[in-house]
C-alpha cells in the first residue's frame, strides 16, 4: 500500500508504453517518432521498471496504464495483466490502470471486470482519437456500466493529440474525437463513474472547465503539457471554483514530472491550492484514504 505520509505528489497520467516481455509494435513504434519529435523527448521509451525508480527517487506514486487501440489503429496493446502483475509487485508507488478498445464492446467488459475483481486494477484509460471512435458512442457502454458498478475513476484524452502529429495525414487519426463535449452524455448517463479529462483539453479548454463546473463527476487533469503553457483560465479556475477538481498529472515518458512540478510552481497557482493539484484531491478522487 502507498504510504501517503511519505510521498510528495500523485501522478495520474504516466504511460508503459514498451512491455518487459515483447518487442515494441512496429506500427506503435512510428506514433512514438512523431511523439518524441512533437515533444522534444527521448525516443527510447522506458520500461516499467525504470518507471518505478524513476518515481520512487522523486517521492511521487503514479497511475501506470497502456492505451488499447488494438481496433482502430491496428497497434498490438502493452497487455493490461501485465501492467496489473507489475502495479501488484510495487504497490507502494504504482496504481494499476487498464485501457480498453471501446470497440471491444462486451468481451472487452468480460476483460474490465476481470482486472478489476481479480488484478486490483483502480481505473481506466480511454483515448478515443487513437481509437477512431467517439467517446459517446454506444459501442463503448458495456465497459463503461463496469467501471461505473465499480465506481473507479476513467480517464478521457481531450483536446489535441501529440500522437499523430506531423505523420501524413496525422496517422490516420482525428483529432474530433478528442473535443470534451463529447464525452458529456457519458458523464450523464454514468453519474457513478469519475470522469477525468485529460490534459488542458486545448483548443477546447473552455469545454473542460464547463464540465467540470457543471458534473459532480468530471475531473481534469493537467497532463500533457508544461504548466508555463497553460491557458490563463485554467490557473483562473483552479484557484477558485476548481481547486477540488484539478490533478496533477504528466504524460511521462514525454514530460518528466520533476519538469512538469518546477514550472506549476512559477505560474501562479496560490500556496493553498497547489497541494491538492499535486496530492490531496487524487487521494480523495483515488479513495486513498
Known sequence: MIDLSSIKAIDVHVHAEVSCHDPEDPVMGRFFDAA?????????????????EIYREQQIAFCLFTVDCESGLGAKRVSNYEIAEFAAR??????????????????????????????????????????????GDRVGYPIYEVIAEHKLPAIFHTGHSGMGTGMRGGGSVRLKW???????????????????????????????????????????????WSPKFFQPQIIQYANGQLRKKMLFGSDFPLIHPTKWIEAAKAVGFRDEVLPGIMKDNAVSLLGLA
Open 36 to 52: 518524441s519529435a512533437y515533444f522534444k523527448a527521448p525516443r527510447e521509451r522506458p520500461k516499467m521498471p525504470e518507471i518505478a
Open 178 to 224: 478528442g473535443q470534451p463535449m463529447l464525452v458529456d452524455d457519458v458523464a450523464v448517463d454514468f453519474p457513478d463513474m469519475k470522469i477525468i479529462l485529460a490534459h488542458p483539453s486545448w483548443p477546447w479548454v473552455d469545454e473542460s472547465l464547463s464540465m467540470a463546473l457543471h458534473k459532480e463527476n468530471v475531473f481534469i487533469d493537467l497532463s500533457g
Open 90 to 135: 510495487n504497490t507502494d508507488i504504482c496504481i494499476p490502470f487498464a485501457s480498453i478498445d471501446p470497440r471491444k464492446g462486451k468481451l472487452g467488459a468480460r476483460e474490465a471486470r476481470d482486472l478489476i475483481e481479480n488484478f486490483g486494477v483502480r481505473g481506466f484509460k480511454f483515448h478515443h482519437i487513437m481509437q477512431d471512435c467517439d467517446p
